[in-house]
């Protein structure tokens, strides 16, 4: 179909009818999508382009599978969750078969919506008032997980950080407090020593917090960063903190929002990657699990859960309505189905061996790391001193999108992250497509 107006006339519209701080990709030049199918979305021209950051569509934009199951409930009923739903325990049973140790499902509308009730859930719990988040983590865009989001309110934010959110050092052993030299960046012991000293400014803000009377209800972290840019904490970071906060009467709460549902290949969650060892009190998720259909949930124990809210308990109009968790149902058949698991691992070696390779081509790439189908490439002004190349980065992908139709997106503090996180079905021929047109986009730019 022709579209219904140009994307000039588009853009002034949308000036003239939404709020002008709604964030757009590609600023200066807009992309307009008329359709999206599995890794690829399409202009009004309906020219291709290959989708290499789009991981809410997680298991491909408009998986028939999907589409299906939302369609055939939607036109069931979709009804809230005050009215009793197989629909609605099915799709909590299944995820709860993912997550050993945790038994309780709550459900909400996005990873916002589930973060700020993460917290609610560790202060009705613990009784303790405080947070404690990574440096530049993301949790969301309510006020309450703006107050929790470095990312946010230490770039320009009208929310400011609260007294009762502290923020500790990121875990990121290339650019954070601890740093590894290149030579050690993948050597174990010095890995786990790094997690574990991490983990120690965790300790030291309890001990602050207590000695001024307050106490600390949760420790917040993503299981790997993303906006923060892509990073993966040492394997002691969690276990060692989770033993600190622990011991104070808190409780640990991972934000999968961007990691799970097997974006990282080995395990269905990121905080899974080390083994059985690590539990924590607290999962959220959103993105990923309904392919695109807002819905999210709080997974927990019933302990804790049992606790939210005194006598008014917990209502949410459309947190877990059918239509949503039929969208959840259709991702999770879809996972098993294309054994998207196996993929996104096999992907992962993937990943490593080309970017690797381009990082020995090209000087300007400092560090490549990730897991599965979630990657980061560290754009530098040197080597050495580790300085982020902001501009190479806005300007790569820019180019990338112009001149070769891969839409390829930059982020961490310093925005000079290249960020991999495809919808899953992106496979090895996609991968090869993006990376050699970085190879020689990189190589014209004189890098
Ligand atoms: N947590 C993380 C880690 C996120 O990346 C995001 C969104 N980028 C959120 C929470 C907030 O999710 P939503 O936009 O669905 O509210």
């Not at 560090?367 to 982020?388: A, H, I, M, N, Y």
Request: glycine share 8%; net charge negative; aromatic share 8%.
């Amino acid at each position: 179909l022709p579209p219904k107006r140009s994307k000039k006339e588009e853009l002034v519209k949308r000036s003239q009818c939404i709020g002008s701080k709604c964030q757009i990709f590609y600023k200066d030049d807009p992309l307009m999508v008329s359709r999206a199918s599995m890794q690829y979305v399409y202009d009004e021209f309906g020219h291709r382009y290959l989708d290499c950051i789009s991981n809410v569509q997680h298991v491909g934009h408009c998986h028939p599978t999907v589409v299906e199951s939302i369609s055939k409930q939607l036109a069931t009923s979709t009804c809230n969750v005050r009215f009793v739903s197989s629909q609605l325990t099915d799709c909590a049973e299944q995820i709860l078969a993912t997550l050993p140790g945790l038994d309780t499902v709550l459900f909400c509308n996005s990873g916002s919506e589930a973060n700020d009730l993460a917290l609610r859930l560790a202060r009705d719990f613990s009784k303790h008032t405080d947070a404690i988040v990574v440096d530049h983590a993301y949790h969301g865009h309510v006020t309450t997980t703006m107050e929790m989001s470095p990312y946010k309110f230490d770039h320009g934010s009208s929310v400011k950080q609260p007294e009762w959110c502290h923020v500790t050092p990121c875990p990121d052993v290339y650019r954070g407090k601890i740093r590894l030299s290149d030579a050690d960046l993948h050597d174990k012991e010095k890995l786990k020593e790094a997690g574990v000293k991490y983990a120690e400014y965790v300790k030291e803000i309890i001990d602050e917090a207590v000695t001024k009377k307050r106490s600390v209800a949760a420790f917040f972290s993503e299981a790997l960063q993303s906006c923060g840019g892509q990073v993966i904490p040492p394997e002691t970071y969690f276990p060692t903190v989770a033993k600190h906060i622990h011991g104070h009467g808190g409780v640990v709460v991972i934000d999968e929002v961007q990691t799970g549902f097997g974006r990282v290949g080995s395990t269905f969650w990121a905080h899974q990657v080390n083994g059985e060892g690590f539990v924590p009190d607290i999962v959220t998720m959103g993105k990923p699990m309904g392919n695109g259909f807002p819905v999210s949930a709080v997974v927990t124990r019933k302990e804790i859960a049992d606790t939210l809210g005194g006598s008014v308990g917990y209502f949410n109009t459309y947190g877990g309505n059918p239509v949503a968790c039929a969208a959840v149902l259709g991702v999770l058949k879809v996972i098993k189905e294309e054994n998207l698991l196996q993929h996104s691992e096999d992907m992962g070696a993937e990943f490593k061996n080309a970017l690797t390779a381009l990082k020995e081509k090209h000087e300007c790439i400092g560090d490549v790391r990730g897991l599965g189908q979630f990657w980061g490439v560290d754009l530098v002004k040197s080597r050495e001193t580790r300085e982020p190349d902001t501009k190479l980065a806005l300007a790569l992908i820019l180019k990338l999108r112009q001149e070769r139709d891969i839409l390829l997106n930059a982020d961490g503090p310093h925005e000079n992250i290249l960020k991999f996180k495809p919808p899953l079905c992106f496979n090895k021929e996609n991968l090869h497509e993006a990376v050699s047109a970085l190879d020689v986009a990189l190589t014209q730019m004189g890098h």
